[in-house]
Every structure is written in C-alpha cells, then in structure tokens.
C-alpha cells in the first residue's frame, strides 16, 4: 500500500518475534530465555549464560565443559592480526580498534563469508568469535599500555583467561582474584542481552542482508559506541569526575540537566523502555557495594554518584519523566576499582553482549527473517527544473 505509519526512533514498532529476551519496562522485569536475571547473576557463570542465550537452554556440565573446550581450542588470533594493532596510534579509542578487528576476522576466516553454511559450520564460525573475542579486547589494552601481548591460557576459564591477558604481566601468571573474577562475572551477565536495542538492531539489520557474522557484529559495536547507548557507562564516570572537580555541588548539575537550553543530560539515567526501575542497575548497584568493600576502596566518585542518584529520585522534573538510574550508572565505578582505564568501560559492555548480539543473529537466520527495509515519509522538493552547470547560480 502507498501509506506509510512513522515511527521515528522505532519507539512502538515491533521489528521481530524473539524467543530470547523478555522484558517489562513497567515492572522492571528482565528475563533470558525465561530465566530471571536477578537468579542467573547470583547462580550462573558467564559462560553457561551465552550458551543459554546463543542455544536457547542451560547446558548441562558435559554440554558446557564441550562448549568451554571448543571455545579454548580457538582462542589464539592470527599472528598476521598484530600487525593491525601495531597500526593503531597507541591513543586511538579502543571501540574503534575493536570494531575493525571483529570485521577483520571475517578476512582471516573466509568461510564465514558463506551465507549458505551448515549449522556445524555456522557453530564454528561462532565459536571463533567468542573466543577470539577477549584475546582481541585484552590486546588492545596491551597496545595501550606499550606492553607486550599475554597469549591466552587454555586451562582458565573464560573470565579468569580474559583478565589474565588483560593484567598479568606474563603468559603464565595465573593469580586471578576471585572478587575480580565475579564481579566480571555478574557485569557481563547483566549485559549479555536487551532485546531489540541500538546495537542489537544493527547487528540484526545487517545480518538480514545475509552479510557475515563478524562483518555483523562489527556493526553492532559501532551502534553501542555512542554515548546515548554503551558509551555511557564512559561519559557516567567523566560526568562524575567533571562534577567532582567542580566542588561536588550536584544541585547544580541537577538544574543543569533539567534546563532545557542545555544539551547537559545526566548521564547513566532514562532508558527507552523502563520506566519504573532497571532490575541491572539494582543488581549492580550491590555489586559495586561489595567490590569496593572486598578491595577496600574508598571512591569519592561513588558519594558524587550516589548523591546525584538521591538528589534526581526525589525531584520532579525526573519523577514525572520516569528517569531512573539505569546499567550504566554505576558499572563505571565497579569498572574503575578493578583497573580499566575509563576509554576501555564500553568495551567491556561489548564483550558482555557479545553472546546476546550472536543468538539474535542466529535466531534471525534460523527464522530465515527478510532483509530489513524501513520506509520514509518524503518531505523533499517535488519536481524541479533542471538547470544547466553554466547557468547555475
Ligand atoms: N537527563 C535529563 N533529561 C533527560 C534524560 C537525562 N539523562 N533522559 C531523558 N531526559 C528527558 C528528555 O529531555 C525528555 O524531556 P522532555 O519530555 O521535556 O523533552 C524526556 O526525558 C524523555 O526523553 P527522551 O530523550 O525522549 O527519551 P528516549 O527514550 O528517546 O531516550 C535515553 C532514552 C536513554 C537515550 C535517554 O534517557 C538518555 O539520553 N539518557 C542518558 C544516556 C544514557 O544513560 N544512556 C544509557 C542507556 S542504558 C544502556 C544502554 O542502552 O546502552
């Protein structure tokens, strides 16, 4: 039909049926699979989480020691793949270093680029990626720091090995801090999946074209990048830093948010879909509690956050709009105490979605979903004369 309904930022348009994420923004309800995620962060690993998501059940111990053993046995990058982070100026944003490498994997892996692959090729073509994955994130920390790379330990788990090559100074160090292992471990369960957000769209919407995995995802990191989405849990921690070293008068930001001839918006703060509470940012909030507890961390980033959280909750121009302190809120500061540099925090959130982007893809593949099309409402010029170059004006 020639009519055409617009819905500018999608804000009620259903894009597709999923069976993976199941969200409720006024009751603050947030499942997997039917899973709630309050459970699946206090009981589960990581690991077992993106195999709930990419495969659509919790595994079994034989199913997920497999799983853990694939994934180990593809964990090294190509040697030729250094020479890309040799490239990079050492002060280059690592969501764009990020972003290249994964699309870069489908050069190095080119039967990734097989639209018709089988399901096993399809599960390898995964498998590569998650494990690739953290080997690449870790490295490019490395890079950062002019430090030589930590190749990845087979016999460690998934987030003990990804913060092995992240801080150990050699292959071999396996000395992990357990406090350090869990609180990554909630942090990237809390953002393995959202439904159909930014990012998840992208990865979706590029992915419907039947363009490969790598080159999907790749997209899906640039979506998350911007600060209105992942790249808030960076532009929280300069919020709060900013504030801080302006006296610490969070009155004074509060106005500065509500005012609407400034572009100032408090950052960690509204979601899209909750408007009640994010059930994440509860489950973080404890953990950020508990991580700087066990470190013996006294963050007065943390008084700035926690101020601001109390002073917003409680003032009209936020109740009325329904604006809670969502994921990203206090991420940063769990993201801080363990060490990350602030540049590398939206990284980390990509590395969490890593297996929710992969199970929409796949799911969308196996529904076999048609190319994503979106139409317009032209509000151009109609017909113009058309003027020669020698006349123009
Ligand atoms: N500070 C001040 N005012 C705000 C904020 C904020 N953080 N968020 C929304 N508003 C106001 C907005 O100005 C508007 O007011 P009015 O109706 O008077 O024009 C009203 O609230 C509704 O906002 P909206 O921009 O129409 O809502 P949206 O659904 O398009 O945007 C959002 C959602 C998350 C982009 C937005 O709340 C925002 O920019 N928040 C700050 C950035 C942020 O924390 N993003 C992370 C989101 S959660 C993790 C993720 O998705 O990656």
Redesign the pocket.
């Known amino acids: 039909s020639g009519f055409v309904t617009l819905d500018s930022?999608y804000?009620n348009t259903g894009a597709t049926k999923s069976a993976i994420t199941f969200l409720d923004g006024e009751e603050g309800v947030l499942k997997y699979r039917g899973y709630a995620i309050e459970e699946l962060a206090e009981k589960s690993t990581f690991l077992e989480v993106a195999y709930l998501l990419i495969y659509g059940d919790l595994p079994s111990q034989t199913q997920l020691d497999a799983f853990q053993a694939d994934i180990s046995k593809h964990t090294l990058v190509h040697e030729d793949m250094k020479k890309f982070f040799d490239g990079f100026p050492s002060k280059s944003h690592p969501m764009g270093q990020l972003s290249s490498l994964i699309c870069s994997l489908s050069a190095f892996y080119p039967e990734s680029l097989n639209s018709r692959q089988t399901a096993e090729e399809q599960n390898q073509t995964i498998i590569k990626l998650l494990a690739k994955m953290t080997t690449v994130v870790s490295w490019i920390y490395k890079k950062s720091l002019g430090h030589p790379v930590i190749y990845p330990q087979n016999n460690l788990g998934y987030v003990s090995n990804f913060l092995n090559m992240t801080f150990g100074q050699r292959t071999e160090d396996v000395e992990i801090d357990p406090v350090f292992v869990s609180a990554m471990n909630v942090l990237f369960i809390l953002h393995a999946d959202?439904e159909q957000?930014?990012?998840t769209s992208t990865v979706r919407m590029v992915g419907s074209s039947e363009c490969n995995l790598y080159a999907s995802i790749s997209a899906g990191i640039s979506a998350?990048w911007g600060?209105?989405?992942?790249?808030?849990?960076q532009?929280?921690i300069e919020m709060l830093e900013q504030i801080k070293n302006d006296g610490g008068d969070t009155d004074k930001w509060i106005n500065k948010?509500?005012d609407?001839n400034d572009p100032?918006?408090?950052?960690?703060?509204?979601?899209?879909?909750y408007k009640n509470f994010?059930p994440r940012a509860k489950i973080i909030k404890k953990a950020c509690d508990d991580v700087l507890d066990k470190l013996g961390i006294d963050d007065p980033v943390l008084d700035i956050a926690k101020k601001l959280e109390a002073a917003a909750l409680s003032d009209p121009?936020?109740v009325e709009?329904k604006?809670y302190p969502?994921?990203?809120?206090y991420s940063g500061i769990i993201y801080r105490a363990l060490g990350f540099p602030t540049d590398m925090f939206t990284v980390l959130?990509a590395l969490g979605r890593l297996p929710g982007w992969i199970g929409q893809w796949k799911e969308m593949r196996e529904n076999k979903e048609p190319i994503g099309r979106p139409r317009q409402i032209y509000i151009g010029e109609t017909l113009r004369d058309y003027v020669e170059l020698k006349d123009r004006k």
């Open positions: 930022g804000k959202h957000n930014c990012s998350l600060p209105l989405h992942g790249g808030a849990n532009a929280v948010a509500k609407k100032f918006r408090l950052m960690g703060f509204g979601h899209r879909v994010d121009y936020f709009r604006l969502n994921v990203d809120f959130f």
